[in-house]
């Protein structure tokens, strides 16, 4: 008997856990209802709706996002108002995780511990994320499920505590799948490019847009193959594959955001990680 602790650290996850009070409510969510993932909410059309107090953008037929932090341990009140006025609220509490401590040595030394000429950079980089990150669009393709955006070996889990050439590092905020250099990168879902540049540790990286705050990004890319404004569909190549930034070989890490809360992606697909092909 496999247990729900293997199926969810194999990534088996995807299917959406619905939270519902009884059959009589009129709110929805799914997903894992973990520490990292995405939840989606589901209320009756012309809602609105709220995460610990603060109003969230509710799509008109009534779906949102909101999301636990990797750390969270709090329970979350989820609160919707309907077009009659009634009111639901859910108290959500995070499934705590154990996350892992990973060495990563062979970095470039200049990654993990920069000059102060370009740490300034890497803070210019990050305060233009977290602006891009403040995009609150109108479009649902969150309330999909994902695609793996490639195959590959995951040689990088979420939450995992880094300790990079000997230095701790922040914990690891995505999945890291290794595969050759130049294999294809595929959008999850539908996505507006947000972003496509070269950063100092990210390497050549990616910003999808997949509206009501839930971003996806795509770092070390050896080719970015979307520019901002580009509308991308669920399966579009997006980029290549490589190890650019701060990486020791050719992998995507593939992350998540709900605004600037940083998801596990892995933790909303709708399929098991992808083997290598
Ligand atoms: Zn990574």
């Known amino acids: 008997m ?8 194999s990534g088996l996850a995807t299917l959406a856990i619905p939270a519902r009070a009884d059959s009589s409510s009129r709110l929805i969510l799914t997903g894992t209802m973990e520490q990292g993932s995405l939840i989606v909410g589901h209320a009756p059309p012309g809602a609105t709706a709220t995460f610990d107090g603060d109003a969230v953008s509710v799509s008109p037929d009534g779906l949102f996002a909101c999301g636990f932090s990797w750390d969270r341990t709090k329970p979350a009140d989820i609160a919707i108002r309907c077009a009659d006025g009634t009111r639901e609220t859910r108290t959500v509490t995070p499934i705590v995780r154990q996350y892992d401590v990973q060495r990563v040595n062979g970095l470039p030394q200049s990654t993990v511990t920069p000059s102060p000429e370009i740490i300034d950079r890497i803070k210019a980089e990050h305060a233009r994320l977290a602006a891009a990150r403040k995009t609150d669009s109108a479009h649902t393709w969150f309330a999909e499920p994902f695609d793996w955006p490639a195959p590959g070996i995951m040689s990088g889990v979420f939450g995992s505590y880094r300790i990079d050439n000997g230095v701790p590092m922040s914990p690891h905020m995505g999945v890291d799948m290794a595969n050759a250099e130049g294999t294809p990168i595929h959008a999850p879902t539908g996505a507006i490019v947000l972003m496509s ?3 100092f540790l990210e390497g050549g990286f990616t910003l999808l847009d997949h509206g009501h705050g839930v ?12 520019k901002p ?17 701060r990486a020791t070989g050719p992998h995507l890490h593939w992350g998540m955001n ?7 992606p892995s933790r909303s697909t709708k399929t098991p990680v992808p083997q290598k092909a």
Do not use: C
Not at 2 to 9: E, K, N, P, V
Not at 229 to 245: A, E, L, P, S
Not at 258 to 264: H, I, K, Q, S, T
């Open 2 to 9: 496999i247990s729900r602790r293997l199926l969810l650290a």
């Open 197 to 199: 540049e070269e950063f």
């Open 229 to 245: 404004g580009d509308q991308v569909g669920r399966g579009d190549v997006i980029g290549k594959i490589g190890k650019t930034g």
């Open 215 to 226: 971003f996806t990004y795509y770092m070390h890319q050896s080719a970015r193959l979307v």
């Open 258 to 264: 709900w605004f600037n809360v940083r998801l596990d």
